[in-house]
Protein backbone atom coordinates (compact mmCIF):
# COMPACT_ATOMS: atom_id res chain seq x y z
CA UNK A 1 0.00 0.00 0.00
CA UNK A 2 2.53 2.41 -0.85
CA UNK A 3 0.60 5.52 -1.49
CA UNK A 4 -0.50 5.66 2.30
CA UNK A 5 1.82 6.00 4.98
CA UNK A 6 1.54 2.84 7.76
CA UNK A 7 0.10 4.12 10.77
CA UNK A 8 1.89 1.30 12.87
CA UNK A 9 5.59 1.86 14.02
CA UNK A 10 7.37 -0.69 15.38
CA UNK A 11 10.51 0.35 18.36
CA UNK A 12 9.08 4.08 17.53
CA UNK A 13 5.78 4.26 19.67
CA UNK A 14 2.74 5.42 18.41
CA UNK A 15 -0.02 8.19 19.61
CA UNK A 16 -2.24 7.30 22.43
CA UNK A 17 -4.99 5.70 22.87
CA UNK A 18 -4.57 2.90 20.63
CA UNK A 19 -0.83 1.98 21.89
CA UNK A 20 -0.04 3.89 24.61
CA UNK A 21 -2.60 5.08 27.16
CA UNK A 22 -4.19 1.67 29.12
CA UNK A 23 -5.03 0.86 32.71
CA UNK A 24 -2.65 -0.19 35.33
CA UNK A 25 -3.88 -3.84 35.38
CA UNK A 26 -4.19 -3.37 39.16
CA UNK A 27 -6.22 -0.74 38.66
CA UNK A 28 -8.56 -1.58 35.60
CA UNK A 29 -11.58 1.36 36.56
CA UNK A 30 -8.72 3.71 37.52
CA UNK A 31 -7.58 6.25 35.04
CA UNK A 32 -5.50 5.26 32.07
CA UNK A 33 -1.97 5.94 32.31
CA UNK A 34 -0.96 9.13 30.79
CA UNK A 35 -4.20 10.94 31.66
CA UNK A 36 -3.81 9.81 35.62
CA UNK A 37 -0.05 10.88 35.65
CA UNK A 38 -0.81 14.45 34.75
CA UNK A 39 -3.35 14.72 36.87
CA UNK A 40 -0.87 13.57 39.58
CA UNK A 41 1.18 16.11 38.64
CA UNK A 42 -1.09 18.50 38.27
CA UNK A 43 -1.87 17.71 42.30
CA UNK A 44 1.55 17.75 43.19
CA UNK A 45 3.50 15.46 45.36
CA UNK A 46 0.29 15.26 48.08
CA UNK A 47 -0.80 12.63 45.32
CA UNK A 48 -0.05 9.26 45.73
CA UNK A 49 0.97 8.47 42.28
CA UNK A 50 3.42 11.62 41.60
CA UNK A 51 6.49 9.35 41.22
CA UNK A 52 5.95 6.28 39.80
CA UNK A 53 7.35 2.83 38.80
CA UNK A 54 5.75 1.04 35.76
CA UNK A 55 6.69 -2.37 35.41
CA UNK A 56 6.23 -4.84 32.54
CA UNK A 57 8.16 -7.55 30.34
CA UNK A 58 10.25 -6.17 27.11
CA UNK A 59 7.43 -5.19 23.94
CA UNK A 60 4.49 -4.09 26.01
CA UNK A 61 5.36 -0.16 25.67
CA UNK A 62 6.96 0.81 28.53
CA UNK A 63 9.19 2.92 26.60
CA UNK A 64 6.10 5.04 24.66
CA UNK A 65 4.42 5.33 27.72
CA UNK A 66 7.16 7.07 29.03
CA UNK A 67 7.73 9.51 26.39
CA UNK A 68 4.04 10.10 26.38
CA UNK A 69 3.69 11.06 29.67
CA UNK A 70 7.07 13.18 29.00
CA UNK A 71 5.66 15.10 25.83
CA UNK A 72 2.20 15.43 27.80
CA UNK A 73 3.45 17.03 31.07
CA UNK A 74 4.96 19.68 29.26
CA UNK A 75 2.12 20.11 25.87
CA UNK A 76 -0.41 20.70 29.68
CA UNK A 77 1.84 21.72 32.11
CA UNK A 78 4.66 23.17 30.74
CA UNK A 79 6.96 21.07 32.78
CA UNK A 80 10.78 20.74 31.78
CA UNK A 81 11.38 17.20 31.01
CA UNK A 82 14.59 15.22 31.44
CA UNK A 83 14.42 11.75 30.04
CA UNK A 84 17.47 9.09 30.97
CA UNK A 85 17.97 5.28 29.70
CA UNK A 86 19.71 3.47 32.10
CA UNK A 87 23.00 1.49 31.19
CA UNK A 88 24.08 -1.96 33.04
CA UNK A 89 27.14 -0.53 35.74
CA UNK A 90 26.52 3.03 34.82
CA UNK A 91 26.71 6.04 37.20
CA UNK A 92 23.52 7.38 36.78
CA UNK A 93 23.68 9.76 39.56
CA UNK A 94 26.35 11.37 37.39
CA UNK A 95 24.44 11.49 34.19
CA UNK A 96 21.11 12.41 35.86
CA UNK A 97 23.23 15.46 37.12
CA UNK A 98 24.52 16.40 33.84
CA UNK A 99 20.92 15.88 31.91
CA UNK A 100 19.02 18.01 34.26
CA UNK A 101 22.03 20.74 34.24
CA UNK A 102 22.26 20.34 30.33
CA UNK A 103 18.01 20.53 30.33
CA UNK A 104 17.64 23.76 32.44
CA UNK A 105 20.86 25.73 31.07
CA UNK A 106 19.43 25.05 27.53
CA UNK A 107 15.89 26.27 28.53
CA UNK A 108 18.01 29.10 30.00
CA UNK A 109 19.88 29.79 26.81
CA UNK A 110 16.58 29.76 24.93
CA UNK A 111 14.89 31.85 26.51
CA UNK A 112 13.24 30.26 29.37
CA UNK A 113 13.00 32.71 31.97
CA UNK A 114 16.35 32.05 33.19
CA UNK A 115 15.66 29.21 35.61
CA UNK A 116 19.44 28.47 36.13
CA UNK A 117 20.36 32.48 37.19
CA UNK A 118 17.41 31.61 39.50
CA UNK A 119 18.58 28.99 40.81
CA UNK A 120 21.89 30.92 41.49
CA UNK A 121 20.05 33.78 43.21
CA UNK A 122 17.42 31.28 45.35
CA UNK A 123 17.95 31.70 49.26
CA UNK A 124 17.14 28.12 49.40
CA UNK A 125 20.73 27.05 47.85
CA UNK A 126 22.75 25.83 51.16
CA UNK A 127 25.81 27.28 49.44
CA UNK A 128 27.09 27.87 46.04
CA UNK A 129 26.07 25.80 43.25
CA UNK A 130 29.25 25.99 41.56
CA UNK A 131 32.33 23.66 41.89
CA UNK A 132 32.96 20.56 40.34
CA UNK A 133 31.26 17.26 40.87
CA UNK A 134 33.70 14.39 42.47
CA UNK A 135 34.74 12.10 39.83
CA UNK A 136 34.76 13.06 35.67
CA UNK A 137 33.63 16.65 34.51
CA UNK A 138 30.03 16.39 33.51
CA UNK A 139 30.41 18.18 30.38
CA UNK A 140 30.05 21.40 28.66
CA UNK A 141 28.03 23.28 32.22
CA UNK A 142 30.28 21.97 34.62
CA UNK A 143 34.11 22.70 35.82
CA UNK A 144 36.48 24.81 34.69
CA UNK A 145 35.88 24.45 30.43
CA UNK A 146 33.02 27.10 30.77
CA UNK A 147 34.23 30.13 33.59
CA UNK A 148 30.73 30.89 35.64
CA UNK A 149 29.09 27.46 34.00
CA UNK A 150 26.52 25.89 36.84
CA UNK A 151 27.94 22.55 38.04
CA UNK A 152 27.21 20.57 41.16
CA UNK A 153 28.24 20.09 44.70
CA UNK A 154 31.99 20.16 45.89
CA UNK A 155 34.72 17.42 46.55
CA UNK A 156 33.56 16.21 49.69
CA UNK A 157 30.02 15.85 49.00
CA UNK A 158 29.07 12.14 48.00
CA UNK A 159 27.23 12.52 44.54
CA UNK A 160 23.20 11.34 45.44
CA UNK A 161 23.70 13.83 48.11
CA UNK A 162 25.29 16.69 45.38
CA UNK A 163 22.46 15.62 42.92
CA UNK A 164 19.79 15.62 45.79
CA UNK A 165 20.41 18.83 46.69
CA UNK A 166 19.95 20.18 43.16
CA UNK A 167 16.94 18.78 42.79
CA UNK A 168 15.55 20.54 45.94
CA UNK A 169 16.83 23.85 44.87
CA UNK A 170 15.36 22.95 41.46
CA UNK A 171 12.37 22.24 42.91
CA UNK A 172 11.73 25.45 45.00
CA UNK A 173 12.66 27.68 41.92
CA UNK A 174 9.68 25.54 40.16
CA UNK A 175 7.45 25.68 42.86
CA UNK A 176 7.71 29.62 43.05
CA UNK A 177 7.36 29.92 39.14
CA UNK A 178 4.22 27.13 39.20
CA UNK A 179 6.40 24.88 37.27
CA UNK A 180 7.65 21.03 37.46
CA UNK A 181 10.19 18.94 36.59
CA UNK A 182 9.75 15.10 35.63
CA UNK A 183 12.32 12.56 35.21
CA UNK A 184 12.13 9.91 33.68
CA UNK A 185 13.97 6.81 33.62
CA UNK A 186 13.90 3.94 31.09
CA UNK A 187 15.03 0.28 31.75
CA UNK A 188 15.90 1.51 35.81
CA UNK A 189 15.76 -2.27 36.44
CA UNK A 190 19.64 -1.88 34.95
CA UNK A 191 20.09 0.35 38.63
CA UNK A 192 22.49 -0.91 41.41
CA UNK A 193 20.87 -1.61 44.06
CA UNK A 194 22.30 1.25 45.89
CA UNK A 195 21.21 3.95 43.45
CA UNK A 196 17.59 1.87 43.32
CA UNK A 197 17.43 3.14 47.00
CA UNK A 198 19.32 6.18 47.30
CA UNK A 199 16.23 7.36 44.29
CA UNK A 200 13.96 6.25 46.31
CA UNK A 201 14.89 8.24 49.42
CA UNK A 202 15.18 11.15 47.52
CA UNK A 203 11.49 10.50 46.47
CA UNK A 204 10.56 10.40 49.81
CA UNK A 205 12.66 13.43 50.54
CA UNK A 206 10.93 15.56 47.58
CA UNK A 207 7.76 14.92 48.25
CA UNK A 208 7.71 15.31 52.26
CA UNK A 209 8.89 18.99 51.09
CA UNK A 210 5.97 19.04 48.70
CA UNK A 211 8.28 20.33 46.05
CA UNK A 212 7.38 19.94 42.41
CA UNK A 213 9.95 17.12 41.55
CA UNK A 214 8.77 13.47 39.76
CA UNK A 215 10.10 10.67 39.09
CA UNK A 216 8.48 8.16 36.37
CA UNK A 217 10.50 4.67 36.19
CA UNK A 218 10.31 1.95 33.78
CA UNK A 219 11.11 -1.72 33.54
CA UNK A 220 11.04 -5.17 33.61
CA UNK A 221 12.39 -8.28 35.40
CA UNK A 222 12.24 -7.82 39.29
CA UNK A 223 12.34 -4.31 39.42
CA UNK A 224 8.86 -4.20 40.72
CA UNK A 225 10.44 -6.55 43.58
CA UNK A 226 13.59 -4.74 44.28
CA UNK A 227 11.80 -1.81 44.79
CA UNK A 228 9.67 -3.01 47.40
CA UNK A 229 12.71 -4.12 48.67
CA UNK A 230 14.12 -0.70 48.74
CA UNK A 231 14.24 1.10 52.16
CA UNK A 232 11.11 2.97 52.49
CA UNK A 233 8.99 2.52 49.73
CA UNK A 234 5.72 2.20 50.93
CA UNK A 235 3.86 5.98 50.50
CA UNK A 236 6.73 6.99 48.35
CA UNK A 237 6.44 5.16 44.68
CA UNK A 238 3.15 4.05 42.91
CA UNK A 239 3.53 0.86 41.28
CA UNK A 240 2.08 -0.05 38.09
CA UNK A 241 2.43 -3.30 36.13
CA UNK A 242 1.39 -2.89 32.53
CA UNK A 243 -0.92 -5.02 30.82
CA UNK A 244 -0.73 -7.01 27.80
CA UNK A 245 -3.31 -6.30 25.53
CA UNK A 246 -6.49 -8.22 25.63
CA UNK A 247 -8.48 -8.94 22.30
CA UNK A 248 -10.50 -5.90 22.19
CA UNK A 249 -7.64 -3.27 22.89
CA UNK A 250 -5.39 -5.09 20.18
CA UNK A 251 -8.11 -4.83 17.64
CA UNK A 252 -8.64 -1.46 18.32
CA UNK A 253 -5.01 -1.00 17.75
CA UNK A 254 -4.92 -2.35 14.38
CA UNK A 255 -8.46 -1.68 13.22
CA UNK A 256 -9.21 2.20 14.13
CA UNK A 257 -5.55 3.76 12.80
CA UNK A 258 -6.46 1.98 9.71
CA UNK A 259 -9.68 3.15 9.14
CA UNK A 260 -8.46 7.07 10.25
CA UNK A 261 -6.74 6.33 6.39
CA UNK A 262 -9.38 5.18 4.64
CA UNK A 263 -8.31 1.57 5.11
CA UNK A 264 -10.38 -1.65 5.75
CA UNK A 265 -9.18 -5.10 7.43
CA UNK A 266 -10.65 -8.30 6.67
CA UNK A 267 -12.04 -9.92 9.96
CA UNK A 268 -10.08 -12.89 9.35
CA UNK A 269 -6.72 -10.59 8.91
CA UNK A 270 -7.61 -9.09 11.70
CA UNK A 271 -8.46 -11.92 13.77
CA UNK A 272 -4.70 -13.64 12.51
CA UNK A 273 -3.15 -10.60 13.39
CA UNK A 274 -4.16 -10.17 17.30
CA UNK A 275 -3.91 -13.62 17.82
CA UNK A 276 -0.41 -13.91 16.62
CA UNK A 277 0.81 -10.86 18.77
CA UNK A 278 -0.48 -12.55 21.66
CA UNK A 279 -1.40 -9.16 23.41
CA UNK A 280 2.09 -7.34 22.80
CA UNK A 281 2.31 -4.10 21.16
CA UNK A 282 5.52 -4.35 19.84
CA UNK A 283 4.45 -7.45 17.70
CA UNK A 284 1.08 -6.21 16.89
CA UNK A 285 3.20 -2.91 15.26
CA UNK A 286 5.59 -5.87 13.82
CA UNK A 287 3.08 -7.80 12.18
CA UNK A 288 0.29 -4.91 11.27
CA UNK A 289 3.67 -2.84 9.43
CA UNK A 290 4.38 -5.69 7.49
CA UNK A 291 0.70 -6.72 6.56
CA UNK A 292 -0.14 -3.02 5.34
CA UNK A 293 3.15 -3.31 3.95
CA UNK A 294 1.98 -6.04 1.45
CA UNK A 295 -1.55 -5.16 0.75
CA UNK A 296 -2.08 -3.78 -2.95
CA UNK A 297 -5.33 -1.78 -2.20
CA UNK A 298 -7.18 -0.37 0.65
CA UNK A 299 -8.01 -3.68 2.18
CA UNK A 300 -5.48 -5.51 4.27
CA UNK A 301 -6.38 -9.28 3.74
CA UNK A 302 -5.36 -12.66 5.33
CA UNK A 303 -2.81 -13.64 2.96
CA UNK A 304 -1.43 -9.64 3.34
CA UNK A 305 -1.15 -11.00 7.38
CA UNK A 306 0.32 -15.04 6.03
CA UNK A 307 3.16 -13.11 4.31
CA UNK A 308 4.02 -10.63 7.16
CA UNK A 309 4.12 -14.11 9.31
CA UNK A 310 6.14 -15.78 6.78
CA UNK A 311 8.65 -13.26 6.35
CA UNK A 312 8.81 -12.65 10.40
CA UNK A 313 10.02 -15.89 11.04
CA UNK A 314 6.97 -16.72 13.09
CA UNK A 315 7.56 -19.77 15.12
CA UNK A 316 3.79 -20.61 14.42
CA UNK A 317 3.84 -20.15 10.77
CA UNK A 318 7.54 -21.48 10.26
CA UNK A 319 8.71 -24.01 13.26
CA UNK A 320 11.71 -24.75 11.41
CA UNK A 321 12.91 -20.93 10.65
Known sequence: MTDLPPPYRPLRGAPPPHFVDRHDEDD??????????VTAYQRGPADPRFHRLVSAPAGLGKTSLLRTVGREAVRQLGWTVVQHRCRPKQAVVRVLSEAVLAELGGAAREG???????????????????GPLPGPRLGPLSGPARAGAPSLGSPAEAPWAAFGRLMRVVGRVCQGRGEGVLLTLDDADRLGAGDLEALVHLCRTLSAEQLPVAFLLAGGGDLAGRAVRAQGLAGTIWLTHLPSFDDAESREAVVVPAADRGVDLEEAAVGLLCDAAAGSPLDLQ???????????????????????????CWPEQRPAC
Open 28 to 37: PDGPRLVAGA
Open 286 to 312: RLAFGAWSRADGPVVRLADVEAALASE
Open 112 to 130: GRGRLAAMARHPSVAGPLL
